[in-house]
């Protein structure tokens, strides 16, 4: 079976320039490549997964009628699909009535919740722990909300989307692409997500005793070492001294985003605030609690990489940051530091004040 999402936007190249456009409401259920080719899709992933002996989260692109895979990367979660006892007692749970609501099953489990709907990252108070988070869609700054959510909804977005793939390393039950999930939930209402099949349903299915977060086995950790340095992948401090216990040579790839995310505050504008201090304070925070948690081992920080639409949705972001077609190709990374090195310093003022103790945090520049 398909699964075809809704495409509300579609990006051109014209004279140069990437824009964007509507695509037309009779155009926007239509599957978006032919059967050939995701036939073709699911070969390459079929070999991709066999070579790394793992499941992927595959990114892929499409040009002139060739297929390319772009990046793939393990799953951190799995869904626990056989014999066991929580699946068992999940796929026995019974619903009074038919969903009112369904999209593509991204993080599995089943949730229970007041719904919350928030239209931008700026409402994200309005989360309380244990609601049940309903958005267009999410992005970085609302990981703080996401983390005390029982469940996620989103109106778009795919398996690949922020939505699932955070919502899958925080083990929270999420369903994305409804289309209308903003439209047809009220807040207040009471609904269980069942993140497994991709539907919604009104009022609690399960007994608060029987409520569970997405349902995923933990790697077992294998005391074996290997010639082949193994590092992890990591951007929420609460989880630093959780996963050092594993066997682990390090932190690979610190992201700066979660962090920056979770302070709140444009650094240009809190530059022009004079609050650049307070700043630093909470990023050199942050940085310590990995440093500390692995030390010796390295600390790898990939200095800021957000997009202007995510600078934008900060506090004091939309006066700082322009309006792009494009923001995955757009003012980023390393260009950044060039044009506002006041913005860069407040990083690095952050990382020297965390070597003074911890040598092992080390900086990666993006390109």
């Not at 599957?31 to 899709?41: P, R």
């Not at 609501?101 to 229970?112: E, F, N, W």
């Not at 703080?144 to 989307?161: L, R, V, Y």
């Not at 090195?341 to 080390?362: C, D, S, T």
Request: overall charge positive; aromatic content about 8%; charged content about 30%.
């Amino acid at each position: 079976s398909k699964e075809i999402s809704d495409q509300s936007i579609r990006l051109s190249r014209i004279n140069g320039k990437t824009k964007e456009f509507e695509v037309p409401k009779k155009l926007r259920d239509r599957q978006k490549i032919n059967d050939k080719q995701i036939v073709a899709l699911a070969k390459y992933a079929d070999k991709i997964q066999k070579h790394y002996y793992f499941p992927q989260d595959m990114e892929w692109a499409l040009e002139k009628d060739k297929l390319f895979i772009v990046q793939t990367r393990p799953v951190t979660t799995i869904a626990q699909t056989a014999k066991s006892e929580k699946t068992e007692k999940n796929s026995n749970v019974k619903f009074a009535e038919a969903p009112i609501l369904a999209g593509a099953a991204a993080s599995p489990g089943i949730g229970t919740g007041t719904v919350r709907i928030l239209k931008s990252p700026k409402e994200i108070d309005k989360i309380k722990k244990g609601d049940v988070l309903v958005a267009p869609m999410t992005s970085p700054d609302y990981v703080p909300a996401m983390k005390k959510s029982a469940a996620i909804i989103t109106d778009e977005g795919g398996q690949t989307s922020h939505a699932a793939i955070v919502s899958r390393e925080l083990g929270i039950p999420c369903v994305v692409g409804t289309k209308e999930a903003t439209k047809l939930l009220k807040d207040g209402q009471i609904v269980t997500v069942n993140g497994q099949s991709g539907q919604v349903f009104m009022g609690a299915g399960v007994k608060k005793t029987e409520e569970e977060k997405a349902l995923t086995t933990k790697l077992k950790h294998s005391k074996t070492k290997t010639a082949t340095k193994v590092y992890v992948n990591l951007g929420q401090p609460d989880r630093a001294a959780e996963i050092a216990k594993a066997n682990v040579d390090g932190v690979g790839l610190l992201r700066a985003e979660f962090m920056i995310a979770d302070i709140g505050i444009h650094p240009r504008e809190a530059i022009k605030r004079k609050e650049q201090e307070e700043f630093i304070t909470k990023l050199s925070r942050d940085l310590r609690t990995f440093c500390k948690a692995f030390y010796p081992r390295p600390v790898i920080y990939r200095a800021t990489d957000f997009k202007t639409n995510e600078y934008r949705s900060l506090e004091g972001g939309k006066f700082w940051e322009p309006v792009e077609p494009n923001p995955m190709l757009g003012f980023r990374g390393a260009f950044r530091y060039v044009a506002n090195p006041e913005v860069f310093n407040l990083e690095l003022q952050a990382i020297k004040n965390v070597r003074e103790k911890y040598e092992n945090l080390e900086l990666m520049v993006p390109l």
